[in-house]
């Protein structure tokens, strides 16, 4: 028998199988009825528009960015968790999916909105843009999907939203590392698709034109050319939310973008002559 005190009041030893229990629940994350999706990019543009259409359609978000600030903008009237990361950093991706999975226990979609740009001559691109443009806008996002993908294939449903370019189909002048960036992310959404094929989870790859969002303006260049012309990043939004309702594997916005690839594809000679002449 243990006693403490004076009064010698009997404690119990304790119950290993109980306290084992007891560990488990407070490590269990709490859980939602509704849908989950983590929303990275979401400070503004794209990824915000995205992330306030998911949210009118009944979803519980995660939303991520750099911006705490702009993030709580975003969140603004919703019941969004902030979620602020730095892609950027080596193990940021781990420690964003970590994060999201402790919140909500699941996640059923990730919209991969997060990226930059840059503008200019390749010869005048310093290598630190180099490799900032790539790792941001390719390598962070294929370490997120890692991350994320065990828990959607071990729960057999889940999709992955990657935010890609037209710039990554027809490659665009003084866009050489970016177009670089999100052909390699549009090669990654199909190999990813094929690898997946029966597990439950599905791949949507968005491949937008020009969009009205403060992107150009970072990127140290604004948008110049007449055609094609800005969308609205909330035009956008909704063709993802459409593409998600609908599993959809790719979606092009506006839609007659899947006609320059394909004119690429098929008779590339008169593709370049187009580009030579019109820009």
Do not use: C
């Amino acid at each position: 028998m243990t006693t403490t005190g004076s009064d010698s009041t009997y404690v119990p030893p304790a119950d290993p199988a109980a306290s084992a229990a007891a560990a488990a629940v407070e490590r269990t994350p709490p859980r939602t009825d509704r849908r989950v999706a983590l929303v990275t990019g979401a400070s503004s543009g794209i990824g915000a528009a995205t992330a306030r259409r998911f949210a009118a359609g009944g979803w519980h978000l995660l939303l991520s960015g750099r911006d705490r600030r702009r993030l709580e903008e975003t969140a603004s009237g919703t019941s969004a968790v902030l979620l602020p990361a730095d892609l950027a950093a080596a193990d940021g991706a781990k420690m964003l999916a970590e994060a999201a999975l402790r919140e909500a226990g699941r996640i059923d979609l990730l919209v991969a909105g997060a990226g930059i740009g840059w503008a200019g001559p390749f010869l005048t691109m310093p290598h630190t843009d180099i490799d900032r443009v790539l790792f941001l806008d390719l390598n962070a996002t294929l370490h997120l999907v890692r991350e994320v993908l065990p828990a959607m294939v071990a729960a057999g449903s889940g999709r992955v939203v990657l935010v890609g370019s037209v710039a990554g189909a027809v490659g665009v002048r003084e866009e050489a590392v970016y177009s670089a960036a999100k052909a390699g992310l549009a090669a990654f959404a199909e190999a990813l698709r094929q690898e997946l094929r029966g597990t439950g989870v599905g791949v949507t790859l968005v491949v937008p034109g020009p969009v009205e969002t403060g992107f150009f303006a970072r990127r140290g260049r604004p948008y110049h050319r007449s055609h094609p012309r800005p969308t609205s990043a909330g035009r956008v939004a909704a063709a993802v939310w459409d593409a998600v309702s609908e599993s959809r594997d790719d979606t092009y916005i506006p839609s007659w973008l899947t006609l320059p690839p394909r004119v690429r594809a098929l008779t590339p000679r008169l593709y370049r002559r187009l580009l030579d002449r019109f820009g």
